[in-house]
Nanobody
Framework: QVQLVESGGGSGQGGGSLRLSCRYT?????MAWFRQAPGEEREGVAR????????RYADSVKGRFTISQDYAKKTLYLQMNSLKPEDTAMYYC?????????????????WGQGTQVTVSS
């Protein structure tokens, strides 16, 4: 079982940037970032199909967020630019060992503890 530890969350203003990091113990074929705002469902933000380099983003973050991986540092990143107040949420790093590499929570069996992102107007 892979261990995931997120960092990099914090507060920022609209239009600003943050970079989230997720250190993992070993690489999994599919890794992703999810987020969950209070009272809302957890939603997929971005995912990367390790090895194939196939990327996918939620429509709400396309053109603003970038998911990437540093193999040497065993770290997954989420570069968040042009932040909006609606980006405010708890962000989770996740890894899937089987199933479809997408935005279905059920496909992910490894989760980090989460890191809070708060964006003000």
């Amino acid at each position: 079982q892979v261990q995931l530890v997120e960092s990099g969350g914090g507060s920022g203003q609209g239009g600003g940037s943050l970079r989230l990091s997720c250190r993992y113990t070993y690489s999994i074929f599919c890794m992703a970032w999810f987020r969950q705002a209070p009272g809302e469902e957890r939603e997929g933000v971005a995912r990367i199909y390790i090895g194939r380099g196939n990327l996918r983003y939620a429509d709400s973050v396309k053109g603003r967020f970038t998911i990437s991986q540093d193999y040497a540092k065993k770290t997954l990143y989420l570069q968040m630019n042009s932040l909006k107040p609606e980006d405010t949420a708890m962000y989770y790093c996740a890894a899937a060992t089987s199933g479809i590499c997408g935005f279905d929570n059920r496909a992910y069996n490894n989760w980090g503890q989460g890191t809070q992102v708060t964006v003000s107007s």
